[in-house]
């Protein structure tokens, strides 16, 4: 019966006859087997459909991670809707205006907040599920008789709706069809050799395309099974990785691993794979990482709009610093000025493939400027492919830094920063200078105390041309970050726009 829904399908068929098996293990809870985990994805369809949710309407979910969490999104597609996760740090003005655009027919949200959504969530049907999976939409669900069949979806249908962090303006909703995501999962779990005898160390939020749509699905089209943790937990991971065979993290997760002495190559024997994406992996936290365990993280490339775009292959070498290549079936390429550019030059990438998503809800005006006629995306991020293909990305084309008309580019002056003694990282900026335009500003966080701007700017003597030597140095406890471990640029230059005021 899955056959009739895409996407469904696909997730299913690893586990059709497998009923039994575990497809989770919660920590002081008992295993969830594939057979649960459907059967209660058929109540959660039959709960939304009950609830008013008909063929492409919208699902609005704002709840901690949970496995009803998971049989919600199942549920969702499997009801023909399309499923919109929001993030569970959002406040409600924020999430006033996702609701106000995406119009859903059902919100489920905590039951500590069904009041506060109340008031934004205009004709929606307001549901609860709450951190151990309780609520109103699992007495909804409970009371559902099970084999519900899900509503026909074709490859081309949405599947879900994913809001960009809105860092240049209004939030855009990503429309991400059912092939969308099904294709690229599919390619990942090959790429990246899953199969069912994994056991993936599930810690990342189910908010976000990362954890949902990069480990959920993965997991399910290889029919493994995954120790599922509520967040990220040292104690957890560590204690989870001697039965574990993979784990799919933020750079975050690592450099914390790293701070404890309990992770070395004992631990991650029985593991065959980390993978890092999200946001850029240090070179040293790579080297590190390879010294303490033997093993080398693999980091990989993709955002909200295009799902995973590049890795560094399973089986090859594995390049610090580097994004790795275009996947099967994903083209990339180079460009500025509109033309591409040959390697070793940087422009913004843009990629076209089965992976890149239909366009923004109610945005057609910005769909056009970003999604050409012909299939190609414009990411907005700089990249270089070197001489080898392997890509590298540079950083947002909105982070270039014009100063005195030169064009500077922040990665090159912060892999420097970063590899400097002392230093644990660093994130360059530029803000308002009454000279140059943009002036060139480090912000680093130190590893020794005893470090000094001075001996930053030493220690990049010779290195730079003189018009991308930082104008400042300052040195702070932490960088802002956003739930993913992105660096907030955009909270830095607010922060610092007044350093150089006008003489």
Same mark, same amino acid.
């Given at each position: 019966?899955?056959?009739?829904?895409?996407?469904?399908?696909?997730?299913?068929?690893?586990?059709?006859?497998?009923?039994?098996?575990?497809?989770?293990?919660?920590?002081?809870?008992?295993?969830?087997?594939?057979?649960?985990?459907?059967?209660?994805?058929?109540?959660?369809?039959?709960?939304?459909?009950?609830?008013?949710?008909?063929?492409?309407?919208?699902?609005?979910?704002?709840? *901690?991670?949970?496995?009803?969490?998971?049989?919600?999104?199942?549920?969702?597609?499997?009801?023909?809707?399309?499923?919109?996760?929001?993030?569970?740090?959002?406040?409600?003005?924020?999430?006033?205006?996702?609701?106000?655009?995406?119009?859903?027919?059902?919100?489920?949200?905590? *039951?500590?907040?069904?009041?506060?959504?109340?008031?934004?969530?205009?004709?929606?049907?307001?549901?609860?599920?709450?951190?151990?999976?309780?609520?109103?939409?699992?007495?909804?669900?409970?009371?559902?008789?099970?084999?519900?069949?899900?509503?026909?979806?074709?490859?081309?249908?949405?599947?879900?709706?994913?809001?960009?962090?809105?860092?240049?303006?209004?939030?855009?909703?990503?429309?991400?069809?059912?092939?969308?995501?099904?294709?690229?999962?599919?390619?990942?779990?090959?790429?990246?050799?899953?199969?069912?005898?994994?056991?993936?160390?599930?810690?990342?939020?189910?908010?976000?395309?990362?954890?949902?749509?990069?480990?959920?699905?993965?997991?399910?089209?290889?029919?493994?099974?995954?120790?599922?943790?509520?967040?990220?937990?040292?104690?957890?991971?560590?204690?989870?990785?001697?039965?574990?065979?993979?784990?799919?993290?933020?750079?975050?997760?690592?450099?914390?691993?790293?701070?404890?002495?309990?992770?070395?190559?004992?631990?991650?024997?029985?593991?065959?794979?980390?993978?890092?994406?999200?946001?850029?992996?240090?070179?040293?936290?790579?080297?590190?990482?390879?010294?303490?365990?033997?093993?080398?993280?693999?980091?990989?490339?993709?955002?909200?709009?295009?799902?995973?775009?590049?890795?560094?292959?399973?089986?090859?070498?594995?390049?610090?610093?580097?994004?790795?290549?275009?996947?099967?079936?994903?083209?990339?390429?180079?460009?500025?000025?509109?033309?591409?550019?040959?390697?070793?030059?940087?422009?913004?990438?843009?990629?076209?493939?089965?992976?890149?998503?239909?366009?923004?809800?109610?945005?057609?005006?910005?769909?056009?400027?970003?999604?050409?006629?012909?299939?190609?995306?414009?990411?907005?991020?700089?990249?270089?492919?070197?001489?080898?293909?392997?890509?590298?990305?540079?950083?947002?084309?909105?982070?270039?830094?014009?100063?005195?008309?030169?064009?500077?580019?922040?990665?090159?002056?912060?892999?420097?920063?970063?590899?400097?003694?002392?230093?644990?990282?660093?994130?360059?900026?530029?803000?308002?200078?009454?000279?140059?335009?943009?002036?060139?500003?480090?912000?680093?966080?130190?590893?020794? *105390?005893?470090?000094?701007?001075?001996?930053?700017?030493?220690?990049?003597?010779?290195?730079?041309?003189?018009?991308?030597? *930082?104008?400042?140095?300052?040195?702070?406890?932490?960088?802002?970050?956003?739930?993913?471990?992105?660096?907030?640029?955009?909270?830095?230059?607010?922060?610092?726009?007044?350093?150089?005021?006008?003489?």
């Amino acid at each position: 019966m899955y056959d009739r829904n895409h996407l469904l399908a696909r997730l299913r068929a690893a586990s059709l006859e497998r009923e039994g098996d575990v497809f989770a293990q919660i920590p002081g809870a008992g295993p969830v087997t594939f057979g649960d985990l459907f059967s209660g994805a058929e109540r959660m369809a039959a709960a939304l459909v009950g609830a008013g949710v008909k063929p492409g309407d919208r699902v609005a979910v704002q709840v *901690p991670k949970t496995i009803e969490a998971i049989e919600l999104y199942l549920g969702t597609v499997m009801a023909g809707g399309i499923f919109l996760p929001l993030n569970t740090a959002y406040t409600t003005p924020e999430v006033a205006y996702f609701l106000g655009d995406a119009t859903p027919a059902v919100v489920v949200c905590d *039951p500590t907040r069904k009041g506060e959504i109340a008031t934004i969530a205009g004709d929606a049907t307001i549901l609860t599920l709450d951190a151990s999976g309780h609520g109103s939409l699992r007495e909804l669900a409970d009371a559902q008789p099970p084999g519900f069949t899900p509503v026909a979806r074709r490859a081309d249908d949405l599947a879900a709706i994913l809001y960009t962090s809105g860092t240049t303006g209004r939030s855009k909703g990503a429309m991400l069809s059912h092939d969308n995501l099904s294709s690229n999962s599919e390619v990942l779990r090959d790429y990246w050799h899953f199969t069912a005898d994994d056991v993936l160390i599930h810690a990342l939020p189910i908010f976000h395309t990362h954890g949902l749509f990069v480990a959920t699905n993965v997991a399910l089209l290889a029919g493994c099974r995954v120790i599922f943790l509520p967040g990220f937990d040292t104690d957890a991971i560590l204690a989870a990785m001697p039965e574990a065979t993979a784990l799919m993290g933020v750079p975050t997760f690592y450099t914390r691993l790293l701070a404890d002495p309990r992770l070395d190559r004992a631990r991650t024997a029985n593991m065959r794979l980390f993978i890092s994406g999200s946001a850029p992996l240090l070179v040293a936290t790579h080297r590190e990482w390879e010294a303490r365990t033997g093993h080398r993280i693999l980091e990989r490339y993709g955002m909200t709009e295009t799902n995973m775009t590049c890795s560094n292959p399973y089986d090859g070498e594995r390049r610090a610093g580097t994004v790795g290549f275009p996947l099967p079936g994903v083209e990339t390429r180079i460009m500025k000025d509109g033309r591409e550019m040959p390697a070793g030059e940087i422009g913004v990438l843009e990629v076209r493939g089965p992976n890149v998503f239909k366009g923004y809800w109610q945005m057609p005006e910005k769909t056009a400027e970003e999604l050409r006629p012909d299939g190609w995306f414009i990411t907005g991020d700089l990249a270089m492919r070197d001489a080898d293909g392997y890509y590298t990305i540079v950083g947002r084309a909105r982070d270039l830094i014009i100063s005195g008309g030169f064009n500077i580019y922040p990665r090159e002056i912060e892999s420097l920063i970063d590899d400097l003694e002392g230093v644990a990282e660093s994130a360059v900026i530029g803000v308002p200078h009454p000279d140059f335009g943009e002036g060139v500003v480090a912000v680093v966080v130190p590893s020794d *105390p005893s470090l000094t701007p001075e001996r930053i700017m030493a220690g990049l003597e010779g290195k730079l041309a003189s018009f991308k030597r *930082p104008k400042q140095i300052i040195l702070t406890p932490a960088l802002p970050r956003n739930t993913m471990g992105k660096v907030q640029k955009k909270a830095l230059r607010e922060t610092y726009a007044d350093l150089f005021p006008a003489t």
